[in-house]
């Protein structure tokens, strides 16, 4: 189904089958070149398969960027343990809804890219984790293998190669947490959603204590046509270290907000004014989250920037997930920083010090602030508690709040000030006896 | 503890997709499956799903306080959650949800009288690109307006929400240009 | 051994294993890198962020108590950049602690306090709303205050790795993260207190201590628990001569962290209101409170009188008292009474098992042994719950070296869990070993420990069996009680001088004094043999020493009040023969410890030993006990040292029917167990042997009442 218009400036790639009748039946999918690449990569070894993936430049579209095919070749062969294929479908990271659309209209696709990764590493083995909140989903993914294992694309000896994979779905039950890989695996086990200490990767040590091929839904949704068209045609979608296409998500001020598949380095500005309209009622741009809640914001003069990973990098922000919302000038910064920490601070899983006790913190200030009693030197402090987060905390999710949160001080401080001017009267005491 | 037919079947094919020995994977969905189908997660369902999943009371205790979708009250026969996360609150969800709270006259994780509602603020669900959403249930509603969230609430007090769901309330979007 | 690390911590140029944790190679050094969460031999955890570190070319700080040293690596240990993050995390860590120190009973002693007076910032930048939830009682023993909790998880790990109970775990997430207990709204668990002593806070508190005083207040007197066998170091806190804690902070025993609910709380029977505080004399068939001179005066005079008319005594020594004396018992016996009449309730084979070792040495496992050795043998014993502390430690061994273990007992333990487990009725352990007999000759060593089901010539059978697996073997005969190895050590035996010398002639055992018609006299010392048997000499004159007035103390005409084994000082011997140094912590008023009794009484019958001190009675002993000859600086210094008993293997008839368990479980212990409160006070007690953990759990009628005061003397 689809729930916004698509644009003329899509290069639409993973998308392609959205729009078919039928568009998650396996009849549809096979005929649209469904389930050819799976054949091709039968043919071939692991080191040719994992080349093929690292010519295609593919970076996982999870959030971090990893590149896939060393991802892939980080899978120790012949342990005697078996080795499992993890898709991670819990799409949770604000700003982000491309993953549901992959799901609910092209589920074979996905099923493909699980199973060149689980030929890859010779697997027998693979779990879609889909966040609870995705009910519907299940029953999608679950009529989808079905239809592929009555075909064969499923089970044993699967198009008489001998080799076996089944695959099950997985249903999380309510945590942002768990889309950290390590979590995730954790909850796959049964168990609260708290990382795991690394190293050992999962690669090495994943589900089950076996090694781990673990990607997002987007990642290898990806996949399946990269080995139908090749790699280098893949990588030449994009730009240099950043390959073909990715679903951004744009939500916020824009008069057509919605998912749109583009190339690796399409420029802001441009998806902005030309793919989704412009900023609606005419108002000017304040600032666009260009990869979700966890990246730091990006001020209107910094917009003029290509959407990928390096480019993102060298702004001081991230890529992430993939989920842009974008911010007119009306924008209450102070509530968004807000409603940015309230998130980390319920997801927060609890598990270290300075990420429990720093978003909540952050959270109290942020609350206190917007309600008018904040004081100057809160806005320092803030920055100061996100400083004393970062790079601390047992996993990423505290850099995740810390990042926006020391960026929304640092580029929009004259907002935070503002707000001071606004609330002279209700201001807490400067200096609290404790 | 019985559940219905369908459910045993769900709990069955779940218990066989995980590997040999490595049953408490069912855990979190088996909580939540019951849950869906009882209502809540009540000790009676703690105690049965360690039983199955071969865990203890308190190993799935824990897995019950870490997941916030599962709850120990039972909620409204329709839960309607309403994201506020950044993509919503840009279009105005922090207003929705304080519309929703006076309209329903409930706070947040409560219940209205007749049992019939539930209310909660929650997280990014994964509709920023057509926020405000809500969620009845499971069932996404995209740009939710004051409007029709009215017109919903309604419809599940009328009982014509089911019969209503993908017709007037879809959120489909036809396709203008050749795919 | 592979070649050193060499690593570079503060300047100074440092070697160490390959594979040792950063924090571990740096306390090596003497360098103190802090941390909540790490806690040596348990789980690694990197939660509470407190041991940051700066490491040469790595961008971030990074965590010390789980990156192994590395070649080459240069840390900063006290960098500008890492003294910050300790604030910071400590900063954090006081959002929401309620800095309630002024009434916390852990003000004093809390790792939190010392580390924000090490490392913190002196003022809070925090004016917001702490997080507060309301404190949790989860049973008599363990209440829970959440807001003081840092979620180190010690607790969890220490119940769950440590103990195998499992019984805490992590509830909700995020800040409102905390401690959960394993029925819902309470424990249901052994009741040890091992999560009480780990918290490096006051999060856990204890009900036999909390709000009672500052640990300032009292005087920290280390000695050995009188409860089971096992001889775990306790260190009784002490004020105004009253108990008011036990617990192990310094870990110097040889239970390390380990104590039992027994050895962390059952010390209230000593101040028991009704413990004996004068003697009693019987005056007109009437015992009535007498002095100490008259008392004393009555018994020698009636002891000197039968002693001239060739009368029979009969004497009946403790499990309990120190092996002082219960030498100087045996000693006065043979000596001042001038009969063999001496005996005590046996719990195990002991003698049976040295005769069955005859000629060999060092085929007795000492408690190191059992961390040590690759592999371990239970037979028919309930370890969890009657050798807590050897279970502790045999499950510590499978945890840190994957020892094997495996049980032969007749219903479930939880040894279980980890083991190779054969069930076995009474009688037919034999069986069940040869079943085990392939597994158990692949292993390269064993130590097997063996019940009271295990006696005669089962005994013999046992050390063949043992022998016929073709490894080394070692042998630990569960005996009950405190001092059940040191009784039998120190000849308080019919047929056995101290040191297993053969008697000239054997005198009446247990079951004979107390069946004998013609008995005249009956001494008994810190037992209760008339609680399970009658006397047949009904007009025996009978004295007693006790802490309570007895069944048998009860039947006596002479009461002497007796100091516990926590009001005086000299050596006990535990299961696996480690010799430890009890030490006088509380007193009782008008109570008197054994040793002085006995003194008291030989002076009353006119005989010259000297001085008698607990120290000169050891020394005759190190120079006289065959095997006893232990390093006097090891037990001084409250360390332990195995004492190595043998026999000659001549003469010696085991008795295997005066072999008698005790058959306590975690929550009973004989006599002492009657008067703590309390242990009678916790749903769990007193709990079954071999109870299956599938069935229901063991709830006595009435028994959940969750009171927390004792009792005012």
């Not at chain 3, 002492?672 to 599938?694: I, V």
């Given at each position: 189904?689809?729930?916004?218009?698509?644009?003329?400036?899509?290069?639409?790639?993973?998308?392609?089958?959205?729009?078919?009748?039928?568009?998650?039946?396996?009849?549809?999918?096979?005929?649209?070149?469904?389930?050819?690449?799976?054949?091709?990569?039968?043919?071939?070894?692991?080191?040719?398969?994992?080349?093929?993936?690292?010519?295609?430049?593919?970076?996982?579209?999870?959030?971090?960027?990893?590149?896939?095919?060393?991802?892939?070749?980080?899978?120790?062969?012949?342990?005697?343990?078996?080795?499992?294929?993890?898709?991670?479908?819990?799409?949770?990271?604000?700003?982000?809804?491309?993953?549901?659309?992959?799901?609910?209209?092209?589920?074979?696709?996905?099923?493909?890219?699980?199973?060149?990764?689980?030929?890859?590493?010779?697997?027998?083995?693979?779990?879609?984790?889909?966040?609870?909140?995705?009910?519907?989903?299940?029953?999608?993914?679950?009529?989808?293998?079905?239809?592929?294992?009555?075909?064969?694309?499923?089970?044993?000896?699967?198009?008489?190669?001998?080799?076996?994979?089944?695959?099950?779905?997985?249903?999380?039950?309510?945590?942002?947490?768990?889309?950290?890989?390590?979590?995730?695996?954790?909850?796959?086990?049964?168990?609260?959603?708290?990382?795991?200490?690394?190293?050992?990767?999962?690669?090495?040590?994943?589900?089950?204590?076996?090694?781990?091929?673990?990607?997002?839904?987007?990642?290898?949704?990806?996949?399946?046509?990269?080995?139908?068209?090749?790699?280098?045609?893949?990588?030449?979608?994009?730009?240099?270290?950043?390959?073909?296409?990715?679903?951004?998500?744009?939500?916020?001020?824009?008069?057509?907000?919605?998912?749109?598949?583009?190339?690796?380095?399409?420029?802001?500005?441009?998806?902005?004014?030309?793919?989704?309209?412009?900023?609606?009622?005419?108002?000017?741009?304040?600032?666009?989250?260009?990869?979700?809640?966890?990246?730091?914001?990006?001020?209107?003069?910094?917009?003029?920037?290509?959407?990928?990973?390096?480019?993102?990098?060298?702004?001081?922000?991230?890529?992430?997930?993939?989920?842009?919302?974008?911010?007119?000038?009306?924008?209450?910064?102070?509530?968004?920083?807000?409603?940015?920490?309230?998130?980390?601070?319920?997801?927060?899983?609890?598990?270290?010090?300075?990420?429990?006790?720093?978003?909540?913190?952050?959270?109290?200030i942020l609350s206190r602030y917007h309600e008018g009693g904040g004081r100057r030197s809160d806005i320092d402090l803030i920055g100061e508690l996100a400083a004393n987060m970062l790079g601390r905390t047992f996993c990423p999710l505290g850099d995740a709040a810390a990042m926006p949160t020391a960026a929304f001080v640092a580029k929009f401080r004259d907002d935070f000030e503002a707000y001071l001017e606004k609330n002279k009267s209700a201001q807490a005491p400067e200096l609290a006896v404790v | 503890m019985t559940f219905s037919p369908a459910l045993e079947a769900r709990f069955e094919k779940l218990l066989n997709s995980y590997p040999p020995g490595r049953q408490r994977s069912a855990v979190v969905p088996m909580l939540l499956y019951a849950q869906d189908e009882i209502g809540c997660v009540t000790q009676e369902l703690v105690e049965e799903v360690a039983r199955r999943c071969g865990v203890t009371p308190l190993q799935v205790d824990e897995v019950i306080g870490y997941y916030s979708m599962l709850h120990r009250k039972p909620l409204g026969k329709y839960h309607v959650q309403v994201c506020t996360n950044i993509a919503c609150q840009a279009l105005g969800a922090e207003d929705l949800y304080e519309h929703a709270s006076r309209t329903l006259c409930v706070g947040n994780r409560e219940v209205t009288p007749d049992g019939l509602i539930s209310l909660e603020e929650v997280e990014c669900m994964g509709a920023c690109s057509w926020a405000p959403a809500i969620q009845i249930n499971y069932d996404f509603h995209h740009h939710v307006t004051p409007e029709r969230f009215d017109r919903l609430m309604q419809a599940l007090r009328d009982g014509v929400y089911e019969k209503e769901r993908d017709t007037k309330f879809s959120n489909a979007v036809q396709p203008t240009e050749p795919a | 051994m592979a070649d050193l690390v060499n690593l570079t911590i503060d300047g100074r140029q440092l070697q160490a294993a390959p594979g040792t944790l950063l924090i571990n190679a740096a306390k090596e050094a003497g360098i103190s890198i802090p941390s909540f969460c790490y806690y040596d031999g348990l789980a690694l955890q990197a939660a509470c962020r407190m041991c940051l570190v700066e490491v040469e070319k790595t961008p971030k700080l990074q965590v010390a108590c789980t990156l192994p040293v590395t070649e080459g690596m240069v840390v900063h240990t006290d960098s500008p950049q890492v003294r910050q993050a300790r604030k910071g995390m400590l900063e954090f860590l006081l959002t929401n602690h309620p800095l309630d120190c002024p009434v916390c009973d852990k003000g004093g002693e809390c790792e939190l306090q010392d580390m924000v007076f090490r490392y913190g910032a002196g003022e809070s930048r925090f004016i917001d709303t702490k997080v507060h939830v309301d404190e949790k009682q989860w049973s008599p023993i363990v209440f829970y205050d959440a807001p003081r909790c840092i979620l180190c998880y010690r607790c969890v790990r220490i119940c769950g790795e440590g103990l195998g109970v499992n019984a805490l775990g992590i509830g909700n997430r995020g800040v409102a993260s905390e401690i959960v207990p394993n029925r819902g709204d309470h424990l249901e668990c052994d009741e040890c207190g091992a999560c009480i002593d780990i918290c490096p806070v006051g999060a856990l508190t204890s009900g036999t201590y909390r709000y009672k005083t500052r640990p300032w207040e009292m005087r920290h007197s280390p000695t050995i628990c009188t409860h089971c066998s096992n001889g775990c170091k306790t260190t009784l806190g002490v004020r105004n001569g009253e108990i008011m804690r036990a617990n192990n902070r310094d870990h110097s025993g040889v239970n390390g962290e380990f104590l039992c609910v027994k050895g962390r709380y059952a010390f209230d029977f000593n101040g028991h209101p009704d413990r004996l505080t004068s003697p009693l004399v019987r005056v007109n068939g009437e015992l009535r409170p007498a002095s100490w001179a008259i008392a004393l005066a009555t018994v020698a005079k009636k002891w000197t009188e039968l002693k001239a008319r060739k009368s029979n005594f009969g004497v009946i020594g403790s499990n309990h008292t120190s092996n002082e004396e219960n030498y100087l018992l045996q000693k006065f016996a043979r000596e001042v009474l001038g009969t063999s009449n001496i005996d005590h309730h046996r719990t195990g084979d002991v003698a049976g098992l040295l005769q069955a070792l005859h000629g060999r040495s060092n085929a007795l496992a000492t408690t190191a042994d059992l961390y040590n050795t690759k592999a371990a043998l239970v037979v028919d014993s309930d370890l969890a719950q009657e050798q807590p502390f050897l279970a502790f430690h045999l499950r510590a061994n499978m945890r840190h070296h994957k020892a094997h273990v495996y049980v032969v007992t007749p219903g479930p333990v939880r040894e279980d869990n980890y083991a190779t487990s054969v069930r076995a009725e009474l009688g037919q352990e034999f069986e069940a070993l040869e079943s085990l007999r392939e597994r158990l000759a692949a292993e390269p060593e064993l130590v097997i420990l063996f019940g009271a089901a295990i006696k005669g010539e089962a005994v013999n059978r046992l050390v063949a069996f043992g022998d016929s697996l073709g490894i080394p073997v070692k042998y630990v005969c569960l005996v009950d009680y405190s001092n059940s190895r040191g009784a039998s050590d120190m000849g308080v035996l019919p047929d056995l001088l101290p040191g297993y010398q053969p008697a000239a002639e054997p005198g009446w055992n247990y079951d004979q004094i107390l069946a004998a018609p013609d008995l005249d006299a009956l001494w008994v010392v810190g037992a209760n043999p008339l609680s399970r048997h009658q006397l047949a000499a009904k007009n025996a004159f009978v004295v007693v020493q006790d802490l309570f007035l007895t069944e048998t103390a009860q039947r006596a005409d002479v009461v002497l009040p007796a100091a516990s084994a926590y009001e005086k000082n000299g050596t006990v011997t535990n299961v696996c023969g480690d010799v430890q140094k009890l030490s006088r912590g509380p007193k009782t008023m008008g109570a008197k410890p054994d040793l002085e009794i006995i003194a008291l009484l030989a002076r009353e019958m006119r005989h010259n030993w000297g001085s008698i001190t607990p120290e000169a009675a050891f020394a005759e002993i190190r120079s006289t006990v065959r095997g006893y000859n232990v390093p006097f600086v090891v037990i001084e210094t409250g360390g332990a040292a195995a004492a190595t008993p043998s026999m000659d293997g001549?003469?010696?008839?085991?008795?295997?029917?005066?072999?008698?368990?005790?058959?306590?479980?975690?929550?009973?212990?004989?006599?002492?167990?009657?008067?703590?409160?309390?242990?009678?006070?916790?749903?769990?007690?007193?709990?079954?042997?071999?109870?299956?953990?599938?069935?229901?759990?063991?709830?006595?009628?009435?028994?959940?009442q969750l009171e927390t005061t004792r009792t005012e003397k």
């Open positions: 189904m689809r729930y916004n218009q698509p644009s003329p400036l899509e290069v639409r790639v993973i998308s392609q089958h959205f729009d078919l009748p039928n568009s998650t039946s396996i009849e549809t999918y096979l005929a649209n070149d469904g389930y050819v690449a799976i054949r091709k990569v039968l043919g071939m070894t692991p080191e040719a398969i994992i080349e093929e993936l690292k010519t295609s430049s593919l970076r996982g579209r999870g959030g971090a960027g990893f590149p896939t095919g060393m991802k892939w070749s980080f899978v120790p062969r012949n342990t005697g343990k078996p080795t499992y294929v993890i898709c991670n479908s819990d799409e949770s990271e604000p700003g982000t809804c491309k993953d549901r659309l992959l799901m609910e209209n092209d589920p074979h696709q996905l099923i493909e890219g699980m199973l060149i990764a689980g030929w890859t590493i010779k697997s027998n083995r693979g779990y879609i984790f889909i966040r609870g909140e995705y009910r519907y989903l299940i029953d999608i993914v679950d009529r989808a293998i079905e239809e592929a294992y009555e075909r064969g694309y499923l089970g044993k000896n699967i198009l008489g190669s001998g080799w076996d994979f089944d695959l099950y779905t997985h249903t999380g039950a309510g945590a942002y947490e768990c889309g950290e890989e390590s979590a995730l695996l954790e909850s796959l086990e049964g168990k609260r959603g708290i990382p795991r200490m690394k190293p050992p990767f999962p690669a090495v040590v994943g589900a089950f204590q076996s090694p781990t091929i673990l990607n997002n839904t987007e990642t290898y949704s990806s996949i399946p046509v990269i080995f139908r068209n090749g790699g280098a045609w893949y990588a030449g979608l994009g730009t240099p270290k950043n390959g073909g296409t990715r679903l951004m998500c744009v939500s916020g001020h824009v008069n057509r907000p919605g998912v749109y598949e583009l190339p690796m380095g399409f420029n802001l500005m441009r998806l902005i004014n030309e793919v989704c309209g412009g900023v609606r009622n005419g108002k000017k741009l304040k600032a666009v989250i260009p990869g979700g809640s966890s990246s730091p914001a990006l001020k209107a003069n910094e917009c003029d920037i290509p959407l990928d990973y390096d480019s993102l990098a060298k702004a001081k922000t991230m890529a992430g997930s993939g989920g842009l919302v974008v911010l007119d000038e009306d924008t209450d910064i102070v509530a968004v920083a807000l409603r940015t920490m309230k998130f980390y601070a319920h997801e927060s899983c609890g598990w270290c010090i300075p990420c429990r006790e720093g978003t909540t913190w952050l959270k109290k | - | 001549t003469n010696f008839q085991s008795q295997p029917e005066l072999i008698r368990p005790a058959n306590n479980t975690l929550y009973t212990s004989g006599t002492l167990g009657r008067f703590s409160k309390m242990l009678n006070s916790l749903m769990e007690a007193p709990g079954e042997l071999y109870h299956d953990p599938r069935k229901k759990p063991v709830v006595k009628e009435g028994s959940v």
